[in-house]
């Protein structure tokens, strides 16, 4: 589920926006929204402050949320350990949105790095990073990713058995 957030910088002066009179912006909303086996997706702030934080994993998890992927920081990192909830940063920072940014829009379309995530994208993540893959592609995706995977078991047990690297590749073309 895509979230756009957005740096702010308070005035005691008057606004026409009416979120931001709203603490955290549709923060809430968006997080409330959340259905079972999706992945909070924010992106769209500065490094000024964390996106993602243990009581958000809390109650992501309670929703049946999957991860949290956000193009920004994550704080209290280690409750979100202790919870188990993937959470996926470019960093840790202590300091949250607060008065430094707003979330004003979810389920949208948003951009990390260049690459286009809409609703309902499916996302494939692990300690070596995540994979994005689009709607028009997921299906052959997966395919080519289960085939990959059923060649390396037959790879890793030749080699078990006493096979070459060399051999191996020669037989299976993968490595």
Same mark, same amino acid.
Request: aromatic fraction near 8%; charge should be negative; glycine fraction near 12%.
């Given at each position: 589920?895509?979230?756009?957030?957005?740096?702010?910088?308070?005035?005691?002066?008057?606004?026409?926006?009416?979120?931001?009179?709203?603490?955290?912006?549709?923060?809430?909303?968006?997080?409330?929204?959340?259905?079972?086996?999706?992945?909070?997706?924010?992106?769209?702030?500065?490094? &000024?402050?964390?996106?993602?934080?243990?009581?958000?994993?809390?109650?992501?998890?309670?929703?049946?949320?999957?991860?949290?992927?956000?193009?920004?920081?994550?704080?209290?990192?280690?409750?979100?350990?202790?919870?188990?909830?993937?959470?996926?940063?470019?960093?840790?920072?202590?300091?949250?949105?607060?008065?430094?940014?707003?979330?004003?829009?979810?389920?949208?379309?948003?951009?990390?790095?260049?690459?286009?995530?809409?609703?309902?994208?499916?996302?494939?993540?692990?300690?070596?990073?995540?994979?994005?893959?689009?709607?028009?592609?997921?299906?052959?995706?997966? &395919?080519?990713?289960?085939?990959?995977?059923?060649?390396?078991? &037959?790879?890793?047990?030749?080699? &078990?058995?006493?096979?070459?690297?060399?051999?191996?590749?020669?037989?299976?073309?993968?490595?």
């Amino acid at each position: 589920m895509p979230v756009l957030e957005t740096d702010i910088f308070p005035s005691n002066g008057p606004t026409h926006n009416p979120l931001m009179s709203k603490p955290f912006g549709l923060m809430f909303e968006a997080l409330d929204d959340l259905k079972p086996g999706e992945i909070y997706v924010a992106s769209g702030a500065s490094p &000024r402050y964390a996106l993602w934080g243990e009581l958000m994993s809390t109650r992501a998890k309670i929703l049946g949320a999957r991860g949290a992927l956000v193009d920004g920081f994550a704080r209290d990192t280690d409750g979100i350990k202790v919870l188990g909830f993937p959470c996926f940063c470019t960093g840790y920072y202590a300091q949250d949105q607060g008065v430094r940014g707003k979330v004003v829009d979810y389920r949208c379309a948003l951009e990390i790095g260049g690459v286009r995530i809409e609703p309902g994208t499916l996302l494939f993540g692990d300690k070596e990073g995540v994979l994005v893959v689009p709607a028009e592609a997921e299906e052959e995706v997966v &395919r080519l990713a289960l085939e990959k995977v059923r060649g390396e078991k &037959r790879v890793a047990k030749a080699i &078990r058995e006493g096979m070459s690297a060399v051999d191996a590749y020669k037989t299976f073309g993968i490595m």
